[in-house]
């Protein structure tokens, strides 16, 4: 899962960043309305945490400027404590959900991991595919309940077909969502996690849909691939 953070207090700014990371996802950033609303505009995100109160541009006008351009990604916006006002306007303008400053990092968290899950059509906080189950709270991942040993970019990965299964995700969707926009995409990374991902799966559960890209399922009952 890829994410943006427009907020313009460095400090926080960062510390978004890298509780983000450390949850495991790939964050771009960017420090005033205008670099905010460009991102947004033109990379595929799948969840946004906008600061309303910004330079260049504010964030209510960034967001409304999104939803008429048709970008319906979640946003979750940091509000002033005192300013209720703002949070009407905030949602009118299409937000999902907002915490208010100062805010525990834990709730953010735990926000967006309800928006990322609700917008991918699940209201549970643990995902199940056939034997396979995604605790996204606890980032875990277990195989008929033993655990699955996985790296960051392997979780990553898995994690965003779970939230996705039973669809084709493309290549290129995959890249898109997987890395920041710093990262070096060579698509064969891809395909090197994919098929590592493989080796710990039952078989049949990744399967490859020829020019197109990659479908999480159930394992296959009568044993083909
Ligand atoms: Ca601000």
């Not at 890829?2 to 420090?31: I, M």
């Not at 609303?37 to 995100?45: I, M, N, Q």
């Not at 910004?54 to 967001?63: A, E, F």
């Not at 709730?107 to 605790?135: F, K, M, N, T, Y």
Request: net charge negative; aromatic share 6%; glycine share 8%.
């Amino acid at each position: 899962m890829r994410l943006l953070v427009v907020e313009d207090e460095p400090d926080l700014n960062r510390q978004l960043v890298e509780a983000l990371v450390d949850a495991g996802y790939a964050v771009d950033k960017a420090l005033d309305g205008e670099e905010g609303h460009f991102l947004g505009d033109t990379e595929p995100y799948d969840a946004v945490v906008l600061d309303l109160g910004l330079p260049r541009m504010d964030g209510i006008s960034v967001l409304e400027q999104w939803r008429r351009n048709h970008r319906d990604m979640p946003v979750l916006i940091l509000t002033a404590r005192d300013r209720w006002s703002d949070k009407v306007a905030g949602m009118d303008a299409g937000a999902d959900d907002y915490v208010a400053k100062p805010f525990h990092m834990e709730e953010v968290l735990a926000r967006l991991r309800a928006l990322l899950r609700r917008s991918a059509g699940h209201a549970s906080s643990e995902i199940e595919v056939g034997p396979l189950r995604l605790d996204t709270k606890a980032s875990r991942v277990t195989l008929d309940g033993g655990a699955v040993k996985l790296t960051s970019h392997e979780f990553r990965l898995l994690s965003y077909l779970v939230h996705h299964c039973g669809r084709v995700v493309s290549r290129t969707e995959l890249i898109e969502h997987l890395y920041d926009q710093d990262f070096d995409r060579d698509s064969n990374t891809v395909e090197v996690f994919i098929g590592r991902l493989r080796k710990k799966l039952p078989q049949g559960m990744i399967k490859t849909v020829r020019g197109l890209g990659y479908c999480l399922t159930e394992p296959d009952g009568d044993g083909s691939k």
